[in-house]
């Protein structure tokens, strides 16, 4: 059974700080992961797609990488804003409607 | 462009009774989705909807049942509503099914349900 891990499950930085988001799985057989930001009280808006035969995706200041061999993505944030306070969870596709999540990183940026 | 809508947004249910909750989509999706989100646990799949007239098991679907009867309308009930199914409730689609490699879900901000 998969298994999507992400440490640590809250993290505080200053401002203007790089970051990085962790998430490990424990298959390796999947067809595509995807990084969702969750603010409070609301949904889950996709981020980025990476497909099982890429090794990044990027878009304006969020880099996500896949490493599929060692079971690892990470999610790079440049620049961190207030703005970007929010849970950050990754999702693992391994099969027919079978979507496994994690159950995310809480990001505060302090001001 | 209203994406995916859920209602209700809240709800405080007794233990035993029943509700359905709506899920609307206005991007013409074939894939509709219900997980459940409880503390400590990532999103779990309730049921799915790969069109109309289907509907199909998940993860955790004891409990439940759904009906999609049209297109853009994913519905799904409690039949007898218990403590265990306390959760935040949230509904997605998507215009291709997951494995897809570029097709994103899209989702709805969820019901918050309480059932005593």
């Known amino acids: 059974k998969q298994e999507v891990t992400q440490i640590p499950a809250a993290l505080s930085v200053p401002e203007g700080e790089n970051l990085v988001l962790n998430c490990s799985f424990t298959d390796s057989a999947i067809y595509n992961l995807q990084w969702f930001r969750q603010d409070p009280g609301k949904g889950l808006t996709s981020l980025l797609l990476i497909q099982s035969s890429q090794r990044e995706q990027t878009s304006g200041r969020l880099n996500a990488s896949l490493d599929k061999s060692s079971g690892r993505s990470t999610l790079y944030i440049a620049a961190s804003q207030p703005g970007d306070s929010a849970t950050y969870l990754c999702?693992?596709?391994?099969?027919?409607?079978?979507?496994?999540f994690g159950t995310g990183t809480k990001l505060q940026v302090i001001p | 462009n209203a994406g995916v809508t859920q209602t209700p947004k809240f709800r405080v249910l007794k233990t035993g009774q029943s509700m359905t909750l709506l899920c609307a989509q206005d991007m013409n999706h074939e894939y509709m989705y219900w997980y459940r989100q409880d503390p400590g646990m990532g999103l779990r799949l309730i049921h799915y909807?790969?069109?109309?007239?289907?509907?199909a098991k998940g993860e955790v679907p004891d409990g439940y049942n759904v009906s999609r009867l049209k297109k853009q309308n994913f519905l799904l009930g409690l039949e007898s509503a218990a403590p265990s199914q306390t959760s935040v409730y949230f509904c997605?689609?998507?215009?291709?099914?997951?494995?897809?490699?570029?097709?994103?879900?899209?989702f709805g901000d969820g019901t918050r349900l309480s059932i005593l």
């Open positions: 997605a689609s998507s215009y291709l099914g997951t494995v897809y490699s570029n097709q994103p879900q899209h």
């Open positions: 999702a693992v596709s391994g099969g027919y409607q079978k979507v496994t």
């Open positions: 909807s790969v069109g109309e007239g289907t509907t």
